[in-house]
């Protein structure tokens, strides 16, 4: 188990996540590092994400530059699901406006040979050294780490690109079973190695990005998903940081994914989120203004950000986001107007 610094013991975030009542209702957002930052945009410059990753100040520095704005209550890292597979050398870059791309998609058993073991300390030791960077300066900020989860990250080694219908996952799924349940176990090892790296370098909480998940009806998910899911929150289970699982589209899922064995579930905004927390009790869950609000005038805004809150009714467990990443033509200032909102009118006393 891992010690978590003494100035972290009390961070609203991880008492939220323990679904413990915390002195405010903590608050972050997907996608808070990236291209609504105008100081993103000027630092980062051309060519592929995976270069900026690889560069531990740079990372660093775009991971901090969110807390610093907009007075969240943590900082996730900079990086991306797809670093791991990119690190043992499957063949992929992400390209600016379309997101993972891969050049030789996976399509046989002879592709798992393609999928070794990552080892993140040889493979891609940039991320724990980006890791190491960032806790020194947050403080008593937590630092959230991350993982693309199995079905995910699948997804973009078999489709190639971004996909509408996922149909080629859904037939290798479906139509290779065997084949589909080592990539899985392969890709939760990843994942596995990962996190477990990144909690050793200093992150305090994970966050296992399920984000298409959505797309799969509840019986598919159980048996062909579920199960690679279990396998790494349970890795990540005991060693004393919160485990958080989100996707998008998920609210006929929401039950399996609290299953899956996270601490906290991530909720989009279809749900509102007194019926998500009916789906997941014992559960702490995170959400979920819909981005595209933010969009709206101030009013509006501010109000679907109370609705939020209220339909929590200051339950403990509660931590505050977006239903999914923040857009990049959003303004900056209205995120922070909706940090100081929450941390206003937010309680999590049970009160
Ligand atoms: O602020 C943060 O959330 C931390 C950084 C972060 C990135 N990617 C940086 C990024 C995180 C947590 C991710 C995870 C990620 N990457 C997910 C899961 C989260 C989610 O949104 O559901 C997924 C599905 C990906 C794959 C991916 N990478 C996509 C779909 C895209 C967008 C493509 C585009 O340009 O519209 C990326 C690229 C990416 N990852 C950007 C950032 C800041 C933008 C591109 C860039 O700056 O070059």
Same mark, same amino acid.
């Given at each position: 188990?891992?010690?978590?610094?003494?100035?972290?013991?009390?961070?609203?975030?991880?008492?939220?996540?323990?679904?413990?009542?915390?002195?405010?209702?903590?608050?972050?957002?997907?996608?808070?590092?990236?291209?609504?930052?105008?100081?993103?945009?000027?630092?980062?410059?051309?060519?592929?994400?995976?270069?900026?990753?690889?560069?531990?100040?740079?990372?660093?520095?775009?991971?901090?530059?969110?807390?610093?704005?907009?007075?969240?209550?943590?900082?996730?890292?900079?990086?991306?699901?797809?670093?791991?597979?990119?690190?043992?050398?499957?063949?992929?870059?992400?390209?600016?406006?379309?997101?993972?791309?891969?050049?030789?998609?996976?399509?046989?058993?002879?592709? %798992?040979?393609?999928?070794?073991?990552?080892?993140?300390?040889?493979?891609?030791?940039?991320?724990?050294?980006?890791?190491?960077?960032?806790?020194?300066?947050?403080?008593?900020?937590?630092?959230?780490?991350?993982?693309?989860?199995?079905?995910?990250?699948?997804?973009?080694?078999?489709?190639?690109?971004?996909?509408?219908?996922?149909?080629?996952?859904?037939?290798?799924?479906?139509?290779?079973?065997?084949?589909?349940?080592? %990539?899985?176990?392969?890709?939760?090892?990843?994942?596995?190695?990962?996190?477990?790296?990144?909690?050793?370098?200093?992150?305090?909480?994970?966050?296992?990005?399920?984000?298409?998940a959505g797309?799969l009806s509840p019986?598919?998910y159980a048996?062909?998903?579920l199960?690679?899911?279990?396998?790494?929150?349970?890795?990540?289970?005991?060693?004393?940081?919160?485990?958080?699982?989100?996707g998008?589209g998920t609210g006929e899922l929401l039950s399996l994914m609290?299953?899956?064995?996270?601490?906290?579930?991530?909720?989009?905004?279809?749900?509102?989120?007194?019926?998500?927390?009916?789906?997941?009790?014992?559960?702490?869950?995170?959400?979920?203004?819909?981005?595209?609000?933010?969009?709206?005038?101030?009013?509006?805004?501010?109000?679907?950000?109370?609705?939020? %809150?209220?339909?929590?009714?200051?339950?403990?467990?509660?931590?505050?986001?977006?239903?999914?990443?923040?857009?990049?033509?959003?303004?900056?200032?209205?995120?922070?107007?909706?940090?100081?909102?929450?941390?206003?009118?937010?309680?999590?006393?049970?009160?």
């Open positions: 188990m891992t010690r978590l610094p003494p100035e972290l013991a009390d961070a609203p975030l991880l008492r939220a996540a323990r679904g413990l009542p915390a002195s405010r209702v903590p608050v972050w957002f997907m996608r808070q590092a990236g291209r609504s930052l105008p100081e993103y945009r000027a630092l980062r410059g051309e060519g592929s994400i995976l270069d900026a990753i690889r560069d531990p100040a740079l990372a660093a520095e775009i991971t901090l530059q969110p807390v610093r704005r907009y007075g969240v209550d943590a900082a996730i890292l900079f990086s991306d699901i797809v670093v791991p597979a990119a690190a043992i050398g499957f063949g992929v870059d992400v390209t600016p406006g379309i997101g993972p791309v891969v050049s030789q998609p996976f399509r046989t058993a002879a592709d %798992l040979d393609r999928l070794r073991p990552f080892e993140p300390s040889l493979d891609a030791p940039y991320v724990a050294e980006t890791v190491r960077l960032v806790v020194r300066d947050l403080g008593a900020t937590p630092l959230i780490g991350f993982a693309g989860a199995p079905f995910t990250v699948a997804s973009y080694l078999i489709e190639g690109r971004p996909s509408r219908t996922y149909g080629l996952t859904k037939a290798l799924m479906l139509g290779e079973p065997a084949l589909w349940r080592a %990539l899985l176990d392969r890709l939760a090892d990843m994942a596995i190695a990962s996190l477990l790296a990144q909690v050793e370098a200093g992150a305090s909480a994970i966050q296992l990005f399920d984000s298409w797309a019986d598919v048996e062909h998903v199960p690679a899911s279990a396998k790494v929150l349970a890795a990540l289970d005991g060693i004393g940081v919160p485990r958080i699982h989100f998008v609290g299953e899956a064995g996270a601490d906290v579930v991530g909720v989009d905004w279809r749900v509102p989120l007194d019926v998500a927390r009916a789906r997941v009790p014992g559960k702490a869950v995170q959400g979920n203004l819909d981005p595209a609000v933010c969009l709206a005038p101030w009013p509006v805004v501010a109000e679907r950000t109370r609705d939020v %809150l209220r339909r929590n009714a200051g339950r403990p467990g509660h931590i505050f986001n977006l239903g999914h990443g923040v857009l990049p033509e959003l303004d900056p200032g209205v995120l922070a107007q909706v940090v100081d909102l929450v941390h206003e009118e937010g309680r999590s006393d049970g009160s």
